[in-house]
């Protein structure tokens, strides 16, 4: 009895899930990247009372316009390490993830008053990698998976930072990335194969 | 024992296929496109933003370069500080414009140089009027002036001296003929406008040379112009009644340049096709899809709209740096390569892949031929649609009613 149980397990991963859970996703990226922008204002008043020296003011605010991107990649790898690893991934745990990746701009606010830009977009961001990656660890018990989450979150914060002090190149080499990303995500949905209504990344 | 909710009907033998609505595909589709617009309408937006700071970088550049010239003289005067001066018999004032664009990392700005020929006659008596010697003064910013020649009176050199806004010689009038014939050359840069003076009784102006959009402006309209190609050439004549004095903004004739460049108009332009051409590709998937009788989930039509709108963000980062039509020639053929390959692997069949592809490529050539002929585009583009609809058509028309 315990081996039909196993075989007619309902289907989890369905195109359905996959259409509900992106636009979860792209909800919760909506909501936080608004509460990011309002960090932003809370920067430029913190710039204008002398607390953030500098031009740091302008790094720290294209790096919060990048909030959006990051949030939203980085859940939708999520459900691609969800689909692959088999490990279910709940709304809240999407949510709270998505929170960190939020504070991630107002901790380098708050560290940029004290050391310069760079030093503190690396201490953050590796603090950030990792609260994330030892969290898909927990949740998915599987090393791979966290080295994968590791990896792609570390990748997008270094093109951010490479976006941040190109300044007018920045166009030329985000719409670039943007391009491979379309690349990579079709390379995906190609790899994403349907097997008795349930999806199977092969 | 099983719980009660894992009793689940046996999965459907994988010969059977849920049938696909493709009226609420087709729905789901449209509402894609308008979702999809929104990515178009953000890339107008960011083009616009740059098109402005473009504007303000260009117009730094320009004032280091050189502001509008404005060419005031020659006039004869007592001395410097007199009110009254006598404007010459004749005057002839031919000015040669070399257009040049000025590169500061993505930016551009449009200057010229111009090279000024001026000659003309002052009558020997109204100039005793003034005394013995007279002062001739030329006016224009001399600190735009890269080359000076000096005065020439009846073969009689005499050098230019420089104040901020005018230059001036003064004329012995002893030994001199009865018409006092002067000529003298400078060259001058500046950027926006370059605008002559017709100060004498009688007056020719010419300016000619090459620039991608001169436009004629001032007191009167030039009597001849011609336009060939980039190089352009217009010539103005007046005469002064007696007694008649212009006031300062009177009698100015010249042209007017683009200091910007129109590179991020193009490309605003090319976006006002991506909703045709993101619905003309979805249909032709959507027309693979009924005639293989293989569905292809909307997801991979989602990715295909969002690469269709990523060529308009790759063509306005190229444009900055290439000219407009490498750039355009570069990031549709990454697009179509890009959705070639995938509706190659997604279909499992090289040909229709291919097709897609070339259906897109032709596309994006239509498209480019309607920026080029301005004049024609809505034309040329309504007899576009009405192929294109003849083809879908035919197309359908292979679609068995089962």
Known sequence: MEETNELYREPKYTMRWLGLQTLYVLGISIVLALIASGLDGFALGRQESGLLPGNRYEYVSQSITYCFAVIAITSMSLMLIEVAFRKGINYLQYGLIGCALCLFNLLLLAMSEKMSFWIAYIVVSAMTIALVSCFVMGLTKNIKAAILSTIILAVEYGLIIVLVYMGSMALLIGSLSLFVLIAVAMYFTLKLKVENEELVLK | M???????????????????????????????????????????????????SNKEVAVSIVNQWGKSVYIQGATAKENLDSAEWVRPQKFDCKAEVETKSLHRSIYEAEVFTANVNMSGTFDRDSLRALGDTVVLELGVITKQIVKLNPLKICEQEILW??????????????????????????????????????????????????????????????????????????KWEDSVPDGVIYTDELGFVGTNFLVGVDRYQMVERSMKYSFIIIILTFISVLFVEIMRKQPIPLLNYFLIGAALIIFYSLLLSFVELIPFGFSYLIASAMTVVLITGYMWKILQSRKLGLSIGSVLSLMYLFCYIMLSISTYALLFGSVLLFFSLAAMMYASLKIKNS
Request: contains cysteine.
């Open chain 2, 2 to 52: 099983i719980p009660v909710n894992t009793i689940i009907p046996p999965p459907l033998p994988s010969e059977y296929r849920k049938p696909v609505s493709y009226g609420k595909k087709i729905f789901m589709m449209g509402l894609m496109c308008c979702v999809l617009m929104f990515g178009v309408l953000a890339i107008w937006l960011m083009s616009y933003s740059r098109e402005t």
């Open chain 2, 161 to 234: 001296h420089k104040s901020d806004y005018y230059l001036f010689a003064k004329v012995k009038l002893d030994e001199l003929p009865e018409t006092i014939e002067f000529s003298t050359y400078f060259e001058v840069r500046g950027s926006e406008a370059l605008f002559i003076k017709q100060i004498g009784e009688n007056s020719t102006v010419t300016i000619n040379g090459e620039a991608s959009n001169p436009s004629y402006n001032g007191y009167s309209l030039p009597i001849e112009r011609s336009l060939r190609g980039s190089r352009f050439s217009a």
